[in-house]
């Protein structure tokens, strides 16, 4: 069964990855960087979960298929038959899983993955995860809330020809905010200026980390120049107030390089946080 799956997500990346990778910042995660996060994350059966983000639906399908192997060996210890796995397979599909993406299509494909493989389609929408909750339509708003996840898993989209803009949006985030270094502590404080734009992936971060419970792991795909460059200390500083950050995996700088014109060279990591606030 696992190898069946496989096989129906190699054919939506291939079918599908052509026509619109990179049009949005949009790069498909390859499947053993989902693997290594899933494992790592760890998500169990009884945990909720989602990726706000969440394209064709790589992450779910994985995640969903490490928390169906936790459930047969359940079954196994507790002498389920075969229909009280199934029934328990969808009931763990159906209400712990959500996925989010604005790209009508890629939501459309999602659904029609998570559905090939199981269930969960209920739990994907086609919405914007950085409009402010009651902007969203009203079937995400009834099951997106903030601060309601165990796990969070996502590769963002971000590009420099992509930023998000508007008060309405930014207002949302401290890194909608511009930070300024304090004379004393030399350390970067948040003002109450506005800027003026935000690469999607850091206003992401921040909206990860709003839809975590306390205690709740996040693993996101994000530019390594993020924890490299002055330019983003900020950002580093705004994590350290927050999260206990776990792990910083570094990514080849070919990974989401596909041929052609394709893909991007940016060069990216995988870090891992439990959110403390």
């Known amino acids: 069964m696992e190898a069946d799956r496989d096989a129906i997500g190699d054919a939506f990346e291939v079918f599908i990855g052509p026509a619109l990778r990179g049009a949005e910042g949009q790069f498909f995660t390859p499947r053993n960087v989902i693997r290594m996060m899933v494992e790592i994350l760890n998500p169990e059966p009884s945990e909720k979960i989602i990726d706000p983000a969440c394209g064709s ?45 604005k790209d009508a299509f890629l939501a459309k494909v999602c659904k029609a993955y998570m559905a090939l493989v199981g269930d969960g389609r209920g ?23 903030l601060g309601k996840f165990d796990v969070v898993m996502t590769n963002p989209p971000f590009g420099k020809k992509i930023v998000v803009k508007g008060a309405a949006l930014l207002s949302q985030f ?13 350390k970067p404080v948040k003002t109450s200026i506005l800027h003026e734009d935000q690469p999607p992936q850091i206003l992401f971060l921040e909206r990860c ?61 995988i870090l891992f946080v439990e959110n403390t606030v």
């Not at 210890?77 to 959500?98: N, Y």
């Not at 206990?244 to 990216?268: N, Q, Y």
């Open 209 to 269: 980390l709003q839809l975590l419970k306390p205690g709740g792991r996040l693993g996101i795909v994000l530019p390594e120049a993020i924890f490299g460059m002055p330019t983003y200390e900020y950002v580093v500083a705004f994590l350290r107030n927050r999260v206990k950050i776990r792990g910083i995996v570094s990514m080849p700088e070919a990974l989401f390089k596909t041929s052609g014109k394709g893909g991007t060279h940016a060069k990216t990591c």
């Open 57 to 101: 639906g790589g992450f779910l399908i994985v995640a969903l298929t490490h928390v169906w192997e936790q459930l047969r060996e359940l079954a196994k210890q507790k002498a389920w038959t075969e229909k009280q796995l199934f029934k328990r397979e969808v009931e763990v599909a159906s209400d712990c899983f959500r996925g989010v993406d």
């Open 174 to 186: 401290d890194l909608g905010y511009k930070w300024n270094r304090d004379k004393e502590t030399k």
């Open 123 to 145: 739990g994907v929408f086609c919405d914007n995860s950085l409009n402010r909750h009651e902007d969203l339509k009203q079937a995400t708003q009834q099951k997106v809330k």
